[in-house]
T-cell receptor, first 115, second 116 residues
């Protein structure tokens, strides 16, 4: 049961334009969401998070939007830069667990930003 | 502070052999996690420690897998009698957290295991 889904395996964007990465979830108990970025040969690094009490969180060029009724979140990158080219994962902590570090990840979306 | 360190970076082994991976977390972090990632998938939770106590194990962690964190610092993950299906990237992450609160994981670069 894939509780966190990223249905777009890849996304290609021109430098300077907006990148929009999407994520859907099925577990209505999830109350916190994170985005991680992963470069080849490196581990994932935390990018941005959002609590379910909010519908938007912004950090510089990165904004995450949460639509609880649709069980959908999206990551917007504006403007996109070639250095943003990486795999992006959305994730949610296991609801009701003892640790918020036990994450359920989506399959990832490969973002390529062309100069 | 050099972040989370994992050793080795790559491991090639023959089916049936035992392998052991090591993870050194960020020094002040009390929690340590092991994840596994296969091609085209996101990382999957395997197990976690708070200090030296192993608090949770995934059903993905068969009897052939064992993890330890003997002094609440570094951790080892051992796979006995490896199978080709064990081929994956094994990721370690650490964090500092108290109770069930939102925590930020810091991941190592992983150990890529190939079972021939």
């Amino acid at each position: 049961d894939q509780q966190v889904k990223q249905n777009s395996p890849s996304l290609s964007v021109q430098e300077g334009r907006i990148s929009i990465l999407n994520c859907d979830y099925t577990n209505s108990m999830f109350d916190y969401f994170l985005w991680y970025k992963k470069y080849p040969a490196e581990g994932p690094t935390f990018l941005i998070s959002i609590s379910s009490i909010k519908d938007k969180n912004e950090d510089g060029r990165f904004t995450v939007f949460l639509n609880k009724s649709a069980k959908h979140l999206s990551l917007h990158i504006v403007p996109s830069q070639p250095g943003d080219s990486a795999v992006y994962f959305c994730a949610a902590p296991n609801a009701g667990g003892t640790s918020y570090g036990k994450l359920t990840f989506g399959q990832g979306t490969i973002l390529t930003v062309h100069p | 502070d050099t972040g989370v360190s994992q050793d080795p970076r790559h491991k090639i082994t023959k089916r049936g052999q035992n392998v052991t991976f090591r993870c050194d977390p960020i020094s002040e972090h009390n929690r340590l996690y092991w994840y596994r990632q296969t091609l085209g998938q996101g990382p999957e939770f395997l197990t976690y420690f708070q200090n030296e106590a192993q608090l949770e194990k995934s059903r993905l962690l068969s009897d052939r897998f064992s993890a330890e964190r003997p002094k609440g610092s570094f951790s080892t993950l051992e796979i006995q009698r490896t199978e080709q299906g064990d081929s994956a990237m094994y990721l370690c992450a650490s964090s500092f957290a108290v109770g069930a609160t939102n925590e930020k994981l810091f991941f190592g670069s992983g150990t890529q295991l190939s079972v021939l």
